[in-house]
């Protein structure tokens, strides 16, 4: 699949975010070693601590599908004005690019090679960049040392 297509699966999702608290709108598309995509949001809470990021959730789904290899996560991310204005409406464009957190980062490395996974930070279809989990998560701790 072309990271295009990845890319546009995760800005369409952005609505779905649950996020009551923040406003603040996460959604990531995973790609798996067969080409499946599993879509993820942000899942915000009253209680703020179980705030799930919405890069766990599309690996949580995956895995809990049975799905343990991966080639690639696209992450958008923005606020709700951004949501609203016509540049997404129209043109599926949002302001930024949205790094993940640290926790989504460790996940990643749970089921993905550093050398090998790739991280596409989108702010439209055609404005994305991509990185190795490695760059964005040097020196890393994984399954592996145990
Ligand atoms: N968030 C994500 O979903 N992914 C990230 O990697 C960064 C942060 C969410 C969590 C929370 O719902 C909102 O963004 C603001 O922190």
């Known amino acids: 699949m072309e990271y295009r297509e990845l890319v546009i699966r995760a800005l369409k999702k952005l609505p779905d975010s ?11 598309a995973l790609l798996s070693e067969d080409d499946t995509v599993f879509e993820g949001i942000n899942i915000e809470n009253a209680s703020y601590t179980p705030t799930v990021c919405a890069e766990r959730t599309a690996f949580f789904k995956a895995v809990s599908e049975g799905y343990r290899n991966f080639k690639a996560i696209a992450i958008v991310g923005c606020n709700e004005d ?10 599926l464009e949002i302001p930024a690019f949205t790094p993940p957190c640290g926790v989504c980062r460790q996940v990643m490395r749970e089921f993905a090679s550093p050398d090998e996974f790739e991280i596409i930070l989108a702010k439209s279809p055609d404005d994305y960049k ?3 989990l490695k760059e ?3 020196e890393s701790f994984g399954p592996e040392f145990l």
């Open 130 to 132: 991509v990185y190795k």
């Open 82 to 91: 951004a949501l609203s204005s016509d540049k997404y409406k129209i043109n």
């Open 18 to 28: 649950y996020v009551p608290y923040s406003h603040f709108h996460v959604a990531a």
């Open 136 to 138: 964005l998560l040097p």
